[in-house]
């Protein structure tokens, strides 16, 4: 290779035509990437940095179009070359990293052969010998062991699926890579080690890497330079550094301030409405009593008991990684998933006895709001078909006029304009506007208790803190206690008046957030604390140690006996 | 490729068994639900024979000990069940004394023969056309093409059949116009024989082909779309494979996999499928001794057939389900 640039875009403009006119996805993009650096694209989704990674790889999806501008890798103008031309600079020149790991692999091949029918594309058919030995060559050098090839997708976990498109992605020395979110569907301690993972073999084979994602946290511990992307311009380009500490762009400063930092500011409204309805019931609102759940042979929650009073209304957040019971709690709490062994009570009931009438009286007293709310509405009827249709179910319509007030009360609660987004499809709304909606749509039921699994997990960064301060007052305003399942420290920090952490189906760590998040003492919080990315150059990852090893910590983890930090008022967990 | 777990096969054995024992019931209840008495029906058919039949009653009583239908239910039941395992049907009541079996054994084979012919190269045809629709390679004239063919798929077989019938043996006198093989060759494995049995068997398999290969090709269409939209599929263009490859081993292997169970289901229904399609071919097939049985009220030999059409889906349900494994590596993680 010689020295020239692995890739110049110059004045690149995508265009997607559609029936109702040209939708311009890119606009006049100036870029060039030198060889062995890491550029990152940064943006919400619809900013284009997805369309520029797949304009590089002649991969628009259709109608789109390179409208103008040209795309140079490394001397080769890549508008110009015909199909086939393409299909060979794929992987060995420009070799994509996806976003989806979980799903990226062909789930009825095992590993070795996908490796292998993407060397027999490029240079044709060789002994099977030499391509096992290439094969394991770059399953090794991503950390895999090399009997992970005779695996099927399946049998893998998504940190190893993502270093399996990793090790793909390098088996013929590309001049660039692009990562499209590669972490995006991992949790934070997963994250870190695929990142590190793909650095190091980037640096080893001296390519180009674009790293697309929308953390800010993320990019700033692993690019050297930054690409801002806004509505398909280039809004600001630099190096990280220059970024960081001195982003000139309005949009730029957006980004980096909506990553909640442990400690430092409150991205809520400090104007906290004092007087919150108090509930009067001698009985917790609920209960765990030695609740244990077993899948199988797994146990994916140890006994567990406490009792959430709910008199004052409080967050109590559960945090922890993918597998580590949290979600499971969720649905024991909801109902929809019995204990294998102990009591669930809401108000003294026992969730799995209850009667029929009992039963609707809890339904509409636990609310839920989860991860995924496209999933949540129905596509054949406009969304406010959602909120009426439970309102109604649950008896606490009076009339027509009263429904739509009602509707209309929540979408203000929520920060929407009712008129703009009731009358609309499902598909027309944004991520934030849906999620917004379904908490709309639980808060019109006036429940005692609202459970929020991972609810801003799918929102753009900047919209997060937008949704969660929502939760946060209605908190107050209306007298909810919610349980808030996530795997995000840092809003965890902010808005929990407790704070649970989970690992393994185990309580490691529990108390306020100022002592368990502020200063984690469990060593498995302290792995977790130390995983996540921040935008500060100075707060390097890992905790700023050079020995840091996930495997060691955990195992030291999984030795620690749970930490029970102070009390909170209001509730009790049992220590075990 | 690995074993198949023990608890596994067991299951499906057990499934398997469960199975033809409750359909063996079914069948033989049914039947039983009718007024009618096959001994009058046969007696009936005498009668119209030799005028006159004196002492009916003697005959009646007779004929119900010869048909067994005398004994008390529980007995029937349970002389039908041992009789059912061992293929033993009992004696047709309408081709009097044949044995069932030997009426079965006669027409399986031209049946099997006829419908594994037709539903295979329907299955091929139908899937790769599904894929073909959707595939943003194929020629636009095969896009255009499908859906237009699609449109005999909403014609009945009997009337596919009658059509091609007129065309093809009347009219252009290309193939015969019924029978399974000429009259003027010895069955036996010579090449005439063979031949003949193909150039007879090729009308009725045709019309059974054209009215059913929408039902895989729309199926095929609809899971293809699916799986194009899939990750995998993307990081296959994205890996510069060439797009036949990822037509077939990365879209059309994954999109085949509920076809195969629908294929396994799909035998049993294809007899009673062909029943009318055997009919107008006057093709000797398990089809035609259906119809024939049913317009007699010859409940042995509808017993028998029924058994035996059942039997085969359920076999070949139990042979997808040992195969699927191999097919599909997830379904053998989640049963180990």
Known sequence: ????????????????????????????????????????????????????????????????????????????????????????????????????????????????????????????????????????????????????????????????????????????????????????????????????TLNDIQAQIGSGLILIGHDMGLMAQSVDEL???????????????????????????????????????????????????????SEPLLRFEKVRKDYGAVTALHPMSFALQGDTPQIISIVGQSGSGKSTMGSIMLGFNPPSQGRVLFEGQDVAAMNAAQSLEFRKNVQAVFQDPYACFNPFYRVNHALKFPFKQFGLAQSEAHTQQAMEEACDAVGLDPDLVLSRYPHQLSGGQRQRLIVARALMLSPKLLIADEPVSMVDASLRATILSNIYDLKDKYGISILYITHDLATAYHVSDYVMVLYKGHVVEAGPPKEVIGQPQHPYTQLLIDSIPWPDLDRAWGGGRSDWDPETLEAEAERASAVYRGDVVGFELARV | MGRIPRDYLVNRLVTLVLTILIAATIIWIIPRLSPVDPAEIALGRMASGAGAVANSEEILAQLR?????????????????????????????????????????????????????????????????????????????????????MVFTSIPPILSGLLLMWIFAAKLQWFPLTGAYSIFVEPGWTWDFVSSVLYHGFLPALSIVIVTFGFWTLGMRGLMITVQGEDYVKLAEAKGLRPRYILYRYMIRNAILPQITAFALKIGLLIAGQVLVERIFAYNGMGKLLYDAILNQDFPVIQGVSYVIILMTALSVFLVDLLYPFIDPRIRHEAA
């Open chain 1, 227 to 281: 690409a801002v992307l806004k509505d398909g311009e280039l809004v600001e380009h630099g190096t990280v550094k220059q970024i960081i500490e001195a982003p000139k762009h309005p949009y730029t400063q957006d980004l980096i301030s909506s990553v909640p930092l442990v400690g430092g500011d409150s991205f809520l409204n400090p104007e906290r409405n004092a007087e919150a309805p108090k509930r009067d019931s």
């Open chain 2, 65 to 149: 000990a010869n048909m067994g239908i005398d004994q008390p239910l529980i007995v029937q039941y349970f002389k039908y069940l041992t009789g059912a395992l061992v293929f033993d049907f009992g004696l047709s009541t309408a081709a009097f004394p044949t044995p069932v079996s030997t009426l079965i054994l006669n027409a399986l084979p031209w049946t099997l023969g006829l419908m594994i012919f037709s539903l295979i190269i329907t299955f091929f045809i139908g899937n790769l056309l599904g894929a073909l629709m959707v595939w943003d390679r194929s020629p636009k004239l095969v896009r255009v093409a499908i859906p237009a063919a």
């Open chain 1, 1 to 196: 290779m010689s020295d020239k640039p692995v890739l110049t875009l110059r004045d690149l403009s995508i265009e997607f035509p559609t029936p109702k006119g040209v939708v311009q996805a890119v606009k006049n993009l100036d870029l060039t990437i030198q060889k062995g650096r890491r550029v990152g694209f940064i943006g919400e989704s619809g900013s284009g940095k997805t369309t520029t990674a797949l304009a590089v790889m002649q991969m628009l999806a259709e109608p789109g179009r390179v409208a103008s501008g040209s795309i140079d890798l490394v001397g080769t103008d890549v508008l110009a070359l015909t199909e086939e031309e393409m299909r060979k600079t794929r992987l060995s020149r420009i070799a994509y990293i996806p976003q989806g790991a979980m799903n990226s692999l062909n789930p009825v091949m095992r590993i070795e052969p996908q490796l292998w029918d993407g060397i027999i594309a490029h240079e044709g058919h060789m002994e099977r010998a030499e391509l096992k030995r290439r094969s394991d060559a770059a399953l090794t050098s991503v950390g895999l062991p090399a009997h992970t090839g005779e695996l099927f997708p399946h049998e893998l976990s998504g940190g190893m699926k993502q270093r399996v498109c990793i090790a793909l992605g390098i088996i013929l020395n590309p001049d660039l890579i692009i990562a499209d979110e590669p972490t995006s569907a991992l949790d934070v301690v997963t994250q870190r080690q695929v990142m590190q």
